[in-house]
Every structure is written in C-alpha cells, then in structure tokens.
C-alpha cells in the first residue's frame, strides 16, 4: 500500500469532502457553528475551514449541479479504504472543521463529524501503523507519504475524530498549554457562523500579499483577516467575502483594487482566445455573476456580495467531459 491511512483521511475526509461540496454545492440553512468544535481550535489558528456537509448533503441542488462538474476521483487507495472500513464521506460525513495553526510550529488539525465503524477504521491503520496511549486515549500514528514524517488520529468520540498531519495532536490531547482563543479570530468566526460552508484565514495562510514583496508596498498589505460564506436566501445563494484592513482608507484602496480586477476578469473572458477553452455560455454566466457582486466598504473592512440564482450557478459549472 503507497499511502498509508492517515493521508486517505487527511486528503479525502477535509480537504476531498470541503472541496468536493465547495466546488458544487448551494448551501441551505444551517445552524450556529458548533461551539464544542470552536472549543477545539487552538488559540493561535490561522485559518479555519469549515463544511455542513449534512445539510448541504439534504440540498437537492447540491446533487444537479454536482452532476453537471467533473465526477471527484477518489482512486483506488479510498475504494479500499470504503470497502474495509464502511465509511464514505460522501454518505457518512457530517462535519468537517480544517485547522492551520503555529503551535509548535505550522501545523493541519481536521475534526469529522460523523457515522464511523471504530473498530474497523482502527483495525485499518493498525495495517500500517501502531497504536500509542496518550493522555488516556489510543492514538494511532502511521507514517506519513513524506518520509521521515508521520500522521495521527484519534477518537474523541464515537461520531468524531481528530486529526494531525506531523502526528502532533498534543493541543488535542491536553498535552500542552491551550493557547486562548484568539478575539479577533472569534469576532471573524461570529460573522459567518450562521453559514454551513465558510473560511477565516489571515492572509498569510492564504499564501496571500499579507505583506510587502520586492521593496513595494501594496494595499493587500494591510489586509488582517479575510472571511468567505455561503448562505440561502430562499431560491438564491449569498456569497460573500470580507477583508478586514488596518484602516478605512485601506479598504477603500482594496475595493478599488477589486473593482479593477473585475473589469480585467470581465474583459479576459470576453476575449475567446484569452478564455481559452472555457466554454462562451460559461464565461458569460461567469461574467454575470461578477458584474452582479456590490463591492462595499463600512469603516475597515470591505466586501464582496453577490446574490446568484440556480440557473447561473448551473451555467457556470461547464458539463462534465468539457
């Protein structure tokens, strides 16, 4: 076996499942973001991503958009995962919660929610890796695809587990001091908590301008925090992002820069060589919906909306096989 189960669980549980449902799904109404799972980030976190998949998976738009994209290829490596384990994302998954933080160095914290067969998942990992009592639980730690390095999980429930790229689950664990949670991130947190598909993210974890590069200054320099959600409004789906800046007169240099950036988009679509071999009628629908979006300030931050219906979200997903 090339990988072992950790990275199966890492790639296809969080990042597979968040994208997968990113990628396609309309949200529908969801709850608060949980705050057992916010009681679980670390303190100095700096990115936050976090999927509803339970009731994005009730959406029936969910399932005609998702049939007009690519089908998502799992490989075999996950069909034999599914078969000795019981457990799929796409029918299993529940939550999923994706965590960057810097304790003790730049670390991927990943907590599922969801229908898991414990023994059979844990007798899977023991395959290929060992199992460590640690603070009264079983840890199991295979080695990761990176050699000399490895990956962790552990139960903290029978419907969640934890999850570490490095093996490092010591902040889950109690192992080390928790850092307090941050009040700038739970302020951003408290924006979007009502959506069941949303980011927090400082700049810097974005791999984003989050400072000066080459001597220059720039207005993304200023940005401190981004935020992107989506919610239902009836028929039609909110998208929205918001950047946090140092000032107000920074976050009207950044929508300035966003509107620039619109007609750049709108003018590179509109030219088929430049879309290259992205279909006309899904570079339209794709201008419509950026034409469509208000670029807005209020004191330090500035933000996008856009409000899009089922007929131009489908437009802007080309057919599968395209």
Same mark, same amino acid.
């Given at each position: 076996?090339?990988?072992?189960?950790?990275?199966?669980?890492?790639?296809?549980?969080?990042?597979?499942a968040?994208?997968?449902?990113?990628?396609?799904?309309?949200?529908?109404?969801?709850?608060?973001?949980?705050?057992?799972?916010? !009681?679980? /980030? $670390?303190g @100095? #976190?700096s990115?936050?991503?976090?999927a509803?998949?339970?009731?994005?998976?009730?959406?029936?738009l %969910?399932?005609?958009?998702a049939?007009?994209a690519?089908?998502?290829?799992?490989?075999?490596?996950?069909?034999?995962?599914?078969?000795?384990?019981?457990?799929?994302?796409?029918?299993?998954l529940?939550?999923?919660?994706?965590?960057?933080?810097?304790?003790?160095?730049?670390?991927?914290?990943?907590?599922?929610?969801?229908?898991?067969?414990?023994?059979?998942i844990?007798?899977?990992?023991?395959?290929s890796?060992?199992?460590?009592?640690?603070?009264?639980?079983?840890?199991?730690?295979?080695?990761?695809?990176t050699?000399?390095k490895?990956?962790?999980f552990?139960?903290?429930?029978?419907?969640?587990?934890?999850l570490?790229?490095?093996?490092?689950?010591?902040?889950?664990?109690?192992?080390? !001091?928790? /850092? $307090?949670? @941050? #009040?700038?991130?739970?302020?951003?947190?408290?924006?979007?908590?009502?959506?069941?598909?949303?980011? %927090?993210?400082?700049?810097?974890?974005?791999?984003a301008?989050g400072g000066?590069?080459?001597?220059?200054?720039t207005?993304l320099?200023?940005?401190?925090?981004?935020?992107?959600?989506?919610?239902?409004?009836?028929?039609?789906?909110?998208?929205?992002?918001?950047?946090?800046?140092?000032?107000?007169?920074?976050?009207?240099?950044?929508?300035?820069?966003?509107?620039?950036?619109?007609?750049?988009?709108?003018?590179?679509?509109?030219?088929?060589?430049?879309?290259?071999?992205l279909?006309?009628?899904?570079?339209?629908?794709?201008?419509?919906?950026?034409?469509?979006?208000?670029?807005?300030?209020?004191?330090?931050?500035?933000?996008?909306?856009?409000?899009?219906?089922?007929?131009?979200?489908?437009a802007? /997903? $080309?057919?599968?096989?395209?």
């Amino acid at each position: 076996m090339k990988r072992k189960i950790l990275i199966v669980l890492l790639s296809v549980i969080s990042l597979g499942a968040v994208a997968w449902w990113y990628a396609r799904a309309r949200p529908t109404a969801a709850a608060e973001f949980p705050a057992d799972l916010l !009681a679980l /980030v $670390p303190g @100095d #976190a700096s990115m936050i991503v976090y999927a509803d998949v339970a009731v994005l998976r009730q959406e029936p738009l %969910v399932q005609r958009l998702a049939a007009m994209a690519q089908p998502a290829n799992t490989g075999k490596e996950y069909a034999a995962f599914v078969s000795a384990t019981g457990f799929d994302y796409q029918r299993d998954l529940d939550r999923a919660v994706l965590v960057t933080h810097s304790s003790p160095a730049s670390r991927t914290l990943v907590f599922a929610d969801g229908r898991f067969d414990q023994k059979k998942i844990e007798e899977y990992a023991l395959r290929s890796g060992k199992v460590e009592q640690r603070n009264g639980r079983s840890v199991y730690v295979t080695p990761a695809a990176t050699p000399g390095k490895t990956a962790a999980f552990t139960f903290l429930s029978p419907g969640r587990l934890a999850l570490a790229d490095g093996g490092d689950l010591s902040v889950v664990l109690g192992e080390s !001091a928790r /850092v $307090p949670l @941050d #009040a700038a991130l739970q302020e951003q947190v408290s924006r979007v908590a009502g959506a069941p598909l949303f980011l %927090v993210a400082k700049p810097s974890a974005l791999g984003a301008a989050g400072g000066r590069a080459g001597g220059f200054s720039t207005p993304l320099d200023g940005l401190r925090w981004v935020n992107l959600a989506a919610r239902p409004e009836g028929d039609r789906v909110l998208l929205s992002a918001e950047g946090e800046c140092d000032s107000p007169e920074e976050a009207k240099q950044m929508a300035t820069v966003l509107e620039f950036m619109r007609g750049l988009l709108r003018g590179a679509l509109a030219d088929p060589k430049a879309r290259g071999g992205l279909p006309a009628e899904t570079a339209e629908a794709i201008i419509q919906i950026f034409q469509a979006a208000q670029i807005s300030t209020d004191a330090s931050r500035v933000r996008l909306l856009v409000s899009v219906d089922a007929g131009m979200l489908g437009a802007a /997903v $080309p057919p599968a096989g395209r």
